[in-house]
């Protein structure tokens, strides 16, 4: 059966007062893609350099990867290594990426972005 899809929403513009989108428009079907394997130092660099976002927690399937709030000696492992080293479930040999979603300050805004792709084979 053929049917129209319906519209995808864009995420909610009333609170620019509060949040900052990175960037200005995205729907829950647009992500970014990092591909390089990354100690979450590196990544964290990366994403100021690039978007001028501080990063508060990277989190993937429910797993806090990095929180900034806490004692941090995984900063310089890379992101798939503590994400094997924190999950009951492995990465398989075959597993090329993880989709993360970052949580973090634009200035004194909330940072809101889409996931992202992070391809780290």
């Known amino acids: 059966m053929f049917y129209k899809p319906i519209d995808i929403k864009k995420e909610d513009i009333d609170n620019r007062d509060k949040i900052k989108f990175i960037p200005d428009e995205f729907t829950c079907w647009d992500f970014i893609e990092i591909k390089e394997s990354l100690t979450i130092q590196?990544?964290?660099i990366y994403i100021k350099e690039k978007y001028n976002?501080?990063?508060n927690s990277i989190n993937s399937c429910n797993l806090n990867i990095y929180d900034s709030n806490k004692e941090n000696n995984k900063i310089i492992k890379k992101i798939e290594d503590v994400y094997n080293e924190i999950s009951t479930i492995k990465?398989?040999?075959n597993k090329k990426f993880l989709v993360l979603?970052?949580?973090g300050k634009y200035n004194n805004l909330e940072a809101k972005m889409p996931k992202i792709k992070y391809i780290f084979k």
Do not use: G, N, T, Y
Request: charged letters at 35%.
């Open 42 to 44: 590196k990544f964290i």
């Open 53 to 55: 976002v501080d990063i």
């Open 91 to 93: 990465l398989f040999d």
């Open 101 to 103: 979603e970052i949580f």
